[in-house]
């Protein structure tokens, strides 16, 4: 069965400072990997997508992403931290068998000090 | 576009009464999603449909209905609400296609039963 683990239900970092967000998947074949942020009071926003074109992924807000396969890796880093990314962050799994199914980590939230 | 649309926003049950959440995308989307997100747990799947008429279990089902007669819309139903349904409730919606697609989220539905 597939999982997704995030390590790391709350991370504080400072602004300016290096934001990781760390995602482990466990997946029997390739995965197709996400990653989501949620603001609060609000929907799931894409941040980026693992699709196997490459394993460094640009997202939007200055994120982007490694999948490394040895480590079973998806995390989530930005080099500068800003005020406005303050938020939840959920790394996802699409489900084995069929789009549409997303599977969840547990979520970080972000916090960022002035 | 208005993307996903669910309704209400927010809801306060009695134990034992029912109600249905609303989700309409206009995106023409063949796949929708219900999730449920609770603390600390991420995202978990109720109910998933990948066309009108079709539908299927995710992984918490119980004591939800949902039924798909067009494109756009994909109600979902409490039949007897409980206190463990306490959660946030939104829907998604994806292009067919395979795993790789992204889905979009709605803004949500805060749902509290007594």
């Known amino acids: 069965a597939q999982s997704v683990t995030q390590l790391g239900s709350h991370v504080s970092v400072s602004e300016g400072a290096l934001v990781l967000l760390r995602c482990n998947y466990s997946?029997?074949?390739?995965?197709?990997l996400f990653w989501y942020v949620q603001y609060p009071n609000q929907g799931l926003q894409l941040l980026l997508k693992?699709?196997?074109?490459?394993?460094l992924v640009k997202g939007i807000n200055g994120f982007e992403a490694e999948f490394k396969k040895s480590e079973t890796s998806f995390h989530l880093t930005k080099p500068s931290a800003h005020m406005s990314d303050a938020a939840e962050y959920f790394c996802?799994?699409?489900?084995?068998?069929?789009?549409?199914?997303?599977?969840f980590g547990q979520g970080t939230e972000l916090s960022v000090k002035p | 576009n208005a993307g996903v649309t669910q309704t209400p926003k927010f809801q306060v049950l009695k134990t034992g009464q029912s109600m249905t959440l609303q989700c309409a995308q206009d995106?023409?989307?063949?796949?929708m999603s219900w999730y449920r997100q609770d603390p600390g747990m991420g995202l978990r799947l109720i109910h998933y449909?990948?066309?009108?008429?079709?539908?299927d279990q995710g992984e918490v089902p119980n004591g939800y209905n949902v039924s798909r007669s067009t494109t756009e819309d994909f109600p979902l139903r409490l039949l007897s609400a409980a206190p463990s349904q306490t959660s946030v409730y939104f829907c998604?919606?994806?292009?067919?296609?395979?795993?790789?697609?992204?889905?979009?989220f709605g803004d949500g539905t805060r749902l509290s039963i007594l």
């Open positions: 998604a919606s994806s292009f067919a296609g395979g795993r790789n697609q992204p889905q979009h």
């Open positions: 449909s990948v066309g009108a008429g079709i539908t």
């Open positions: 997946s029997s074949v390739p995965p197709y």
């Open positions: 996802a799994v699409s489900e084995q068998n069929q789009g549409g199914k997303l599977i």
């Open positions: 693992y699709t196997s074109a490459a394993t």
């Open positions: 995106m023409n989307h063949e796949y």
